[in-house]
């Protein structure tokens, strides 16, 4: 069996955790990344962390020939495809560009994937395809809708792998909705490393322990929920990079088994199945980094709902996948991260 993997975007956060676990569970991986919200730094610590260069090609998704060159190259049983942009506030300000980076970005790369019949794929979706959930647990049937340019490139995208899979063309299409990533490499060598102000929580808790920012805004404490600020599936980013390899070792043992029958389209939650709070996670936090966290309770964040936590029951039933990191440690190994690389990457 084919074990060589293209990963797009495995420069970035979720990416260059996911390569780590795609090296100890034996796959060769080439990244594919133009770096435009990451850095060269992070290559060469994974490098180092593996004991091992990486295959690197610096190009963009949208650049097909630089892709078909590359598919040329080497033999390839699928994709991890995490590139994409991903800041909602930005979307909204500039809706073309997510949309072209986004959704023309991702036809141009499943393009290509056929051009060199290569049709497996793992691709980054969100939980935010399910915008307001009508009920919680949010399992995969669950109604999907989002209102942002974000959203809707993921759901567009997900609408696009469905039409393709159901041309019956041997397409084995798993898109993975992931909850509320956090946490880091437990060698606080790798991590989250926002380029400006953070728009998400943990990153932003994590800048005011070290002292980068002053004070954490919270928004909303009027939300129906155990303390009244809003409450997510927060999921370890090493559990998440484990749910990529079992997604592919899915992907191995289907297309190994039967190469003349696909799977289409197969979504799967990747969450803990747990909520935790906003206040819940500022007090671990805390505990956890021996620092004070100054925060104000302000108004609601447009666009934000109350409460969003997984079912991950299909993960565990089809792929045997499950979190196993508590928030204890999700704040540990944030918090190793960035009291060691105050300034992320340009710590360096
Ligand atoms: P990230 O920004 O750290 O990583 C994305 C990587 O893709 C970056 O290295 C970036 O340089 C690269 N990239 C972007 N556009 C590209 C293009 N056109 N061509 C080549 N490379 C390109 O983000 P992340 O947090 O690691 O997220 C990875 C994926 O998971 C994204 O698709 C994101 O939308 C999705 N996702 C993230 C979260 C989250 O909260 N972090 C939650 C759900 C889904
Ligand atoms: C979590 C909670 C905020 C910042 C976003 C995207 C989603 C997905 C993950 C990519 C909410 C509160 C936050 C702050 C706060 N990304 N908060 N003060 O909104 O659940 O999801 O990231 O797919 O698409 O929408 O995550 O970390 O921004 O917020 O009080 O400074 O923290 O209101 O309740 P969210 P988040």
Redesign the pocket.
């Known amino acids: 069996m084919k074990n060589k993997i293209l990963v ?9 955790h996911t390569c780590i676990a795609l090296h100890e569970a034996g796959y060769d991986i080439v990244v ?7 850095s060269r730094e ?1 290559i060469e610590r994974v490098s180092k962390l593996i004991d091992q260069p990486i295959d690197f090609v610096k ?5 097909t020939d630089l892709l078909k060159q590359v598919f040329a190259e080497h033999q390839f049983f699928g994709v991890i ?6 800041a909602v506030g930005e979307s909204v300000a500039k809706p073309l560009l997510y949309y072209n ?2 959704v023309s ?1 991702t036809i141009a790369l499943l393009e290509v994937m056929r051009e060199a019949d290569v049709k497996n794929l793992v ?6 395809v399910y915008g307001d959930p009508e009920s919680l647990p949010i399992n995969e049937e669950s109604k999907r809708s989002c209102t942002n340019p ?1 959203g809707q ?2 759901l567009m995208v997900e609408h696009i792998l469905e039409d393709l899979a159901a041309t019956d063309d041997g397409w084995n299409l798993i898109p993975l ?6 946490g880091a490499h437990p060698s606080g060598q790798i991590g ?2 926002p380029n400006d102000i953070p728009n ?1 929580l943990m990153p932003y808790i994590s800048q005011v322990a070290v002292g980068k920012l002053e004070k954490l805004s919270i928004f909303g404490n009027d939300y129906s929920t155990v303390d009244g600020t809003g409450v997510r599936d927060f999921i370890h980013v090493t559990d998440l990079a484990q749910g990529h390899v079992a997604a592919l070792n899915y992907l191995q043992k289907q297309v190994g088994r039967d190469k003349y029958s696909s799977i289409g389209f197969l979504p799967i939650n990747l969450g803990t199945g747990k909520g935790t709070s906003v206040l819940e996670l500022v007090t671990a936090f805390s505990e956890v980094s021996g620092q004070n966290i100054p925060y104000q309770f302000s108004a609601r964040r447009a666009g934000d709902i109350a409460s969003c936590y997984a079912s991950a029951d299909k993960a565990k039933d089809l792929l045997g996948w499950e979190a196993t990191l508590s928030i204890t440690e999700m704040c540990q190994d944030t918090w190793r991260w960035q009291s060691k690389n105050p300034n992320g990457y340009h710590s360096a």
Request: glycine fraction near 14%; charge should be negative.
């Open positions: 797009t975007g495995g420069a970035g956060y979720i990416g260059s594919y990344d133009n770096l435009s919200n990451s992070a190009g963009d998704i949208r650049d495809h995490f590139a994409g942009l991903k980076n986004n970005g691709f980054s979706s969100s939980a935010t974000y490139s993921k909705r992931y909850f509320n990533p956090v989250e490393d998400n």
